[in-house]
C-alpha cells in the first residue's frame, strides 16, 4: 500500500466516484433496455426482450443469438448484422469492466492520484491473488460515455428494423388526432 491509501476514506473525498459509478450504472441499464428493444424490433414481437429467457447478458454467444434472430427474421444479407457484431462485442467488454467496479471490492482511495481501487472478488488462479484495477473518476465516467455511444448506436440500427410509416398512415392518424381533439374540446366546454 502506498502511504497516500486510505481505507475508509471521507464521502466528500470519493463524492465524484460515487456520482460517476451511479452514472455508468444508469448508462448500462439503458443499454441494456436498448438491447431487449433491438430483440422486440428484429422479432416484431413486443416484449420478446423482456421474456426472461431472452435476456442475454452482453457476451459472445449472446452476441451470436442476436445475429441468429436477425437471419432467422430478416436473412443472412442483413446489413445490420457486422455493425450490431462489433457493437456488442464492445459492449461485453464494457460490461466486463462495469461487473468489476458492481461486484469487486472498493478497496482503498489514493489521495494522491484520487483513484479508487477495486479487488476482484474472485481468485481465478489459486496460486494468485485476486485481481486489483484503480479508476479514476474521469476513467467510470468514460465507461458511462461509452455505454452511452453503443446504446444511440443500437437505437439508430433498432430504428431501421421497425416499419416505416407511409405518408397515407401519418395523414390518416394525424385527422384522427384533430377529430379526437374536436370532441375532446367540446367535451370540456359542455362540462
Known amino acids: 500500500m502506498d502511504r497516500h ?5 471521507d464521502g466528500a473525498e470519493i463524492a465524484s466516484h460515487a456520482v460517476a459509478f451511479a452514472r455508468m450504472m444508469f448508462a448500462h441499464a439503458e443499454f441494456e433496455r436498448e438491447v431487449g ?6 422479432t416484431n414481437i413486443p416484449g420478446f426482450g423482456e421474456q426472461r429467457d431472452n435476456q442475454w447478458s452482453a457476451s459472445e454467444s449472446a452476441t451470436e443469438k442476436i445475429i441468429s434472430l ?12 457486422e455493425q450490431i457484431k462489433n457493437l456488442l462485442t464492445d459492449a461485453a467488454r464494457l460490461c466486463r469492466q462495469r461487473g468489476f467496479l458492481a461486484h469487486g ?18 481468485r481465478w ?5 485476486p485481481e ?9 465516467e468514460k465507461l458511462a460515455d461509452k455505454f452511452k455511444d453503443i446504446e444511440r448506436e443500437l437505437y439508430r440500427i433498432r430504428r431501421s428494423f421497425e416499419p416505416r410509416v407511409t405518408e397515407t398512415e401519418m395523414r390518416a392518424a394525424s385527422c384522427f388526432l384533430r377529430r379526437l381533439e374536436a370532441r375532446h374540446i367540446r367535451w370540456v366546454e359542455r362540462r
Not at 471490492?105 to 474472485?122: Q, V, Y
Request: charged fraction near 20%; include cysteine; proline fraction near 7%.
Open 5 to 9: 491509501d486510505v481505507g475508509f476514506p
Open 125 to 129: 488462479e489459486p496460486d494468485l491473488p
Open 105 to 122: 471490492t472498493w478497496w482503498c482511495f489514493n489521495r494522491r492520484t484520487s483513484t479508487i481501487e477495486i479487488r476482484g472478488g474472485i
Open 70 to 81: 436477425i437471419v432467422k427474421y430478416h436473412g443472412s444479407d442483413s446489413p445490420q448484422i
Open 132 to 140: 486489483n484495477r484503480s479508476y479514476t473518476a474521469s476513467d467510470i
Open 37 to 42: 428493444s433491438l430483440q422486440d424490433a428484429i
